[in-house]
């Protein structure tokens, strides 16, 4: 079974500008979580994901954004970066409902020059 | 919202030793605790994970104990091996709202 997907792995942007990050879930899982992991640090929650509709969103600003397509992939943008942007990006996908294990992909390193 | 706090940030053991990672939550209605293993480079990987209505959880060399009166939760590996080390990180989920709540993380180096 394949596991969660992400693409692409390294994306380098400028000041100002704006990334988009893909995601693919575990087949059957409805549920994609996006969390940030800045350098050193820990997991940050950004935005949760179910059946096409954002259920919840961590303390980001509005230029953190994504949306989940109906095969429920999901994809998060992030517009006019700034270089504390810096950062791993982690998306998750679990079963629906309940408490449902998060299983995580590779993800995506962003770096803002 | 949720905070976690874990220690200790950094814990060397000697190979075939026990190693022990504790964590405090503030939400009282959290109800699933997952532990998570990260090598450098890699993914987060889930090790094992404990539901509020169970108080111990074991598998093979890894425990974990929940208590849920002082809000902690605790990670035991024994006879730890080389291939232990890595980044562990434990978490806490609201019951709304599916979000988890990280530690801040403890590295584990086991010398062999």
């Known amino acids: 079974e394949a596991g969660v997907t992400q693409s692409p792995t390294h994306l380098i942007k400028t000041r100002g500008q704006q990334a988009t990050l893909r995601c693919s879930p575990i087949?059957?899982?409805?549920?994609v979580y996006w969390y940030q992991q800045a350098l050193g640090l820990g997991l940050q929650f950004l935005l949760w994901?179910?059946?096409?509709?954002?259920?919840n969103r961590g303390n980001f600003p509005p230029r953190f954004s994504g949306r989940q397509f109906p095969n429920y992939s999901s994809e998060l943008n992030v517009n006019a970066l700034e270089l504390e942007d810096s950062a791993l990006y982690l998306c998750?996908?679990?079963?629906?409902?309940?408490?449902?294990?998060?299983?995580f992909g590779d993800g995506t390193r962003l770096s803002i020059l | 919202g949720e905070n976690v706090e874990q220690h200790p940030s950094t814990l060397s053991v000697q190979e075939g030793d026990s190693a022990v990672i504790k964590c405090t939550y503030s939400d009282s209605a959290s109800n699933y605790f997952p532990w998570y293993k990260q090598e450098l480079g890699k993914r987060p990987q889930l090790i094992i994970d404990?539901?509020?209505?169970?108080g111990e959880k074991k598998d093979q060399r890894i425990a974990v104990t929940l208590n849920k009166t002082a809000k902690h939760f605790s990670l035991h590996i024994t006879e730890t091996q080389p291939e232990d080390s890595a980044v562990y990180f434990c978490?806490?989920?609201?019951?709304?709202?599916?979000?988890?709540?990280f530690g801040g993380g403890t590295r584990v180096l086991v010398k062999p």
């Open positions: 404990i539901r509020s209505n169970v």
């Open positions: 994901y179910d059946e096409g509709e954002e259920r």
């Open positions: 087949s059957g899982h409805t549920s």
């Open positions: 978490a806490a989920k609201e019951t709304a709202g599916n979000k988890l709540t």
């Open positions: 998750a996908s679990s079963l629906a409902s309940g408490n449902q294990p998060q299983h």
